[in-house]
């Protein structure tokens, strides 16, 4: 669904008084601005709306709006006096579509506080300009967690000890989405896996299929490396996208966390899938053993390269079980500062807060994302009795959802067609 935004009413253009209201005007902190309104009765100049692109969808008290902008405004005042002329061109650079590998790298060192700031900052401005406080919340239900592979991050993994593996059947899939859909208002959902084939491509084929059927909803599929057919066939059953990371540019470092894999398989399959017409979601990780700064920005690079359609970044957290169980997490900021530089560089891309980041930094994650270039979060909507088990990595953040959905758009017809329109949007760009 996509969020709604709340700004105060300072006009209103009624010329005929029984009909619809038209046209109002309101005021946020980016100022004034002019809506499409939806038929709000007795809506009075000083009342607040929520709206979400350009139409107003609903009347709020100002308490309620309150709630929600504090989780969107971005808290710090940025003192752009004494910036180095020398990082401000590098960040304005963008602006002429050069904003290099060495810039990239420039903008990822910075250990000047303000220079951070003023990266979110233009990062937001950016978003803000390119998607109009398009915001969405999608859900992602985690059926499996068994898993093929022995990726050294994750927790999941097959030799990984002390999981207790599940599978939720067809039936229990699809009438999770159905009720997320229905009860819940989510227009997008992902479904994930390990890599389990126990799940045959036929299998997931008549999943989609009974989604697509009894719900208007985008299913994206997150079921790992299985054949580019099984994808074709998915795509064929009704599924829009793939959400399918590279995790990593660098070969070797790819390699090296990832035993009985390969890099150009993965990357093949990547390229089929595009060609095959999934709207692309992909990605890496920071803070992979021996990973550089340089590395991160090979991967933004790829991701600009590869025309993503949406762009996941999130940092490593260490796991028991696994070989990386000692390896440092992931820092927050830098990952932050990743989300930045790609939306700088695909204003229009869909780019999600990470769960990895909020669990790093919880609540606070998701406004630091939504206000340093992301524009959209991933709600969890596995059941309550297998959430758990699906570690792979500990302590994953699964709060508040319910403040965010509150304010999501629950007009079924108009939210999916507006999330039908980005998407066409995204996939426009990304050709
Ligand atoms: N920390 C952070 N992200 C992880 N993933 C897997 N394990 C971890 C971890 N320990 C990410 C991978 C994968 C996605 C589903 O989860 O990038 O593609």
């Not at 500062?337 to 999600?352: E, F, S, T």
Request: proline fraction near 4%; charge should be neutral.
């Amino acid at each position: 669904m996509c969020l709604t935004i709340p700004a105060k009413v300072i006009a209103i253009d009624n010329p005929m008084p029984d009909f619809p209201v038209a046209k109002i005007t309101v005021e946020d902190s980016k100022g004034a601005r002019e809506l499409k309104s939806l038929w709000l009765p007795e809506l009075k100049v000083g009342d607040w709306v929520l709206y979400a692109y350009d139409t107003a969808v609903r009347r709020v008290s100002e308490e309620d709006a309150r709630e929600i902008l504090e989780l969107l405004e971005p808290k710090k005042h940025i003192d752009i006096s004494r910036l180095d002329t020398g990082f401000v061109e590098v960040l304005k650079s963008h602006t002429a579509g050069t904003l290099s590998r060495d810039g990239i790298v420039r903008l990822l060192k910075t250990e000047d506080p303000v220079e951070t700031e003023t990266l979110f900052a233009e990062a937001n401005t950016v978003r803000q300009a390119a998607l109009k406080d398009f915001f969405c919340i999608h859900g992602i239900v985690e059926f499996s967690n068994h898993c093929v592979r022995e990726c050294h991050y994750c927790g999941l993994r097959k030799g990984a000890a002390g999981v207790a593996r599940y599978r939720m059947t067809p039936d229990e899939i699809v009438s999770t989405v159905e009720d997320a859909v229905r009860k819940r208002g989510y227009k997008l959902i992902v479904l994930q896996s390990g890599d389990d084939f126990h799940y045959t491509d036929e299998t997931l084929v008549d999943i989609i299929r009974r989604i697509k059927k009894s719900s208007k909803v985008f299913i994206f599929m997150s079921v790992g490396e299985r054949s580019l057919e099984c994808y074709r066939k998915m795509k064929a059953a009704g599924a829009s996208g793939s959400l399918f990371r590279f995790e990593t540019s660098n070969r070797e470092l790819y390699n090296s966390v990832h035993p009985g894999q390969s890099y150009e398989k993965r990357m093949k399959l990547l390229k089929g899938m595009k060609e095959l017409g999934y709207y692309i979601a992909s990605g890496f990780l920071v803070g992979l053993p021996g990973q550089t700064v340089e590395d991160i920005a090979e991967d933004i690079l790829m991701m600009k390269e590869m025309k993503v359609n949406m762009a996941s970044v999130g940092p490593f957290i260490p796991c028991v079980s696994t070989p990386l169980s000692a390896h440092p997490a992931g820092s927050a900021e830098l990952s932050l500062k990743a989300i930045a530089i790609l939306r700088l560089l695909m204003p229009k891309a869909k780019i999600p807060v990470t769960t990895a980041l909020e669990t790093i930094e919880s609540e606070e994650g998701r406004r630091l994302g939504l206000s340093s270039g992301a524009n959209s979060l991933m709600f969890n909507l596995t059941p309550e009795r297998y959430r758990g088990e699906y570690r792979i990595y500990p302590n994953k953040y699964h709060g508040n959802a319910e403040v965010w959905e509150k304010y999501g758009l629950f007009n079924e017809e108009l939210s999916y067609r507006m999330l039908e329109k980005k998407m066409f949007e995204a996939f426009e760009v990304a050709k």
